[in-house]
């Protein structure tokens, strides 16, 4: 049930619009207080739906309004419109309230639940097969006796913030496989450029399977729970390597695909709903947006390859991914415990 409150807020700012239609069509002549211009089933019915709070509900409501005065549409269909409006909004709004609510209040079981629901969902899907097309990169050119050059040397920034992250963060078991795993993508990626198929595209993939495990439980260590986080790490690499086996044994890419894609989604989720422990939260945000344009890039290799002639789409795609890693090792570097910042600026 909507709270008193959300309805005469909703209320307060239906009347509002609908003085300021009353001032656009009457001038000043003044709108009696508490009335909707006049007795109007379409304004009556807004006092009795309890509805949620929303712009866009609002603002479907004042379009409505608008629509009814130009083209003279008795006020009874429009408050049935009205209606419907506040009866599918108040329900999803009521529906998203509660699934926050459940994930904030019980975080770890959610997330193993969102896991288990979402590794289901692939069963009904058709096979995922590798696309041989994948190998044929917009930039082939060879230099110094190095095939496809650029596609290769580009995974250097890889191998360069792993090894700086494993040099600073060895010791704790999330942080060694998130920077071994950034390293190693370095060299595995660079060796399936020198000869992309499918065997060499194994070793670029398997690295990166523990870098998206890794992260996802640095996320949930730090914004829900830190045993839980540390728990997380095992399940999903065992996942991740599986997935790749999977593939090599089936030639079926549909688990790898859960394996990188549902911990940028459970991210993302973690990130919108929990607040930040540690300072450098902007950090997952870059990181965040800077890989989401790695996979554009990756996606229109040829395409920015003909418009820049220089670089190609997939090169630029190790560039900001390996930014994003960037942004995850200064997050690392310069995080410090929300609690310690405030005793200290109290001091």
């Known amino acids: 049930m909507v709270s008193s409150t959300a309805v005469v807020e909703l209320s307060g700012a239906l009347n509002a619009r609908l003085r300021t239609y009353h001032d656009q069509r009457h001038g000043s002549k003044r709108m009696p207080t508490g009335?909707?211009?006049?007795?109007?089933?379409?304004?009556?019915?807004?006092?009795?739906?309890?509805?949620?709070?929303?712009?866009?509900?609002?603002?479907?409501?004042?379009?409505?309004?608008?629509?009814?005065?130009?083209?003279?549409?008795?006020?009874?269909?429009?408050?049935?419109?009205?209606?419907?409006?506040?009866?599918?909004?108040?329900?999803?709004?009521?529906?998203?309230?509660?699934?926050?609510?459940?994930?904030?209040d019980r975080p770890v079981p959610f997330l193993?639940?969102?896991?288990?629901?979402?590794?289901?969902?692939?069963?009904?899907?058709?096979?995922?097969?590798?696309?041989?097309?994948?190998?044929?990169?917009?930039?082939?050119?060879e230099f110094f006796g190095i095939p496809n050059f650029w596609n290769v040397v580009s995974n250097l920034p890889f191998i360069a913030v792993g090894a700086i992250g494993l040099a600073q963060f060895?010791?704790?078991?999330?942080?060694?496989?998130?920077?071994?795993?950034?390293?190693?993508?370095?060299?595995?990626?660079?060796?399936?450029?020198?000869?992309?198929n499918d065997q060499t595209l194994f070793w670029d993939r398997l690295p990166m399977t523990l870098c998206f495990a890794a992260i996802l439980s640095a996320v949930v260590e730090e914004r829900v729970d830190a045993k839980a986080g540390a728990v997380l790490l095992r399940p999903l690499l065992a996942i991740g390597i599986f997935s790749l086996l999977l593939w090599r044994w089936t030639d079926d890419l549909r688990l790898y695909a859960w394996a990188q894609f549902f911990p940028f989604t459970a991210l993302v989720l973690i990130l919108s709903l929990f607040p930040p422990k540690f300072t450098g939260a902007p950090y997952w945000g870059a990181a965040a947006a800077l890989y989401a344009l790695a996979k554009l890039l990756e996606h229109y290799d040829h395409e920015v390859y003909s418009f820049i002639g220089i670089l190609s789409g997939h090169t630029l795609k190790h560039l900001a991914a390996a930014a994003a890693c960037f942004a995850i090792l200064r997050l690392f570097q310069v995080r410090q415990p929300l609690e310690t910042v405030a005793v200290a600026s109290r001091a």
């Open 35 to 104: 009335s909707c211009l006049r007795p109007d089933p379409a304004c009556q019915a807004f006092r009795q739906i309890a509805v949620v709070r929303g712009s866009l509900f609002r603002s479907c409501c004042w379009q409505l309004l608008r629509y009814h005065s130009t083209q003279r549409i008795p006020s009874t269909i429009v408050a049935s419109r009205w209606f419907d409006i506040a009866y599918s909004t108040s329900l999803k709004g009521i529906l998203l309230m509660e699934v926050g609510r459940i994930v904030r």
């Open 112 to 141: 193993y639940g969102f896991m288990i629901v979402t590794l289901v969902a692939l069963l009904p899907i058709p096979p995922l097969l590798q696309n041989q097309n994948y190998h044929q990169f917009a930039d082939q050119r």
């Open 170 to 196: 060895r010791r704790n078991a999330m942080t060694f496989v998130l920077f071994g795993g950034i390293f190693l993508t370095g060299f595995g990626s660079a060796y399936y450029h020198l000869d992309p």
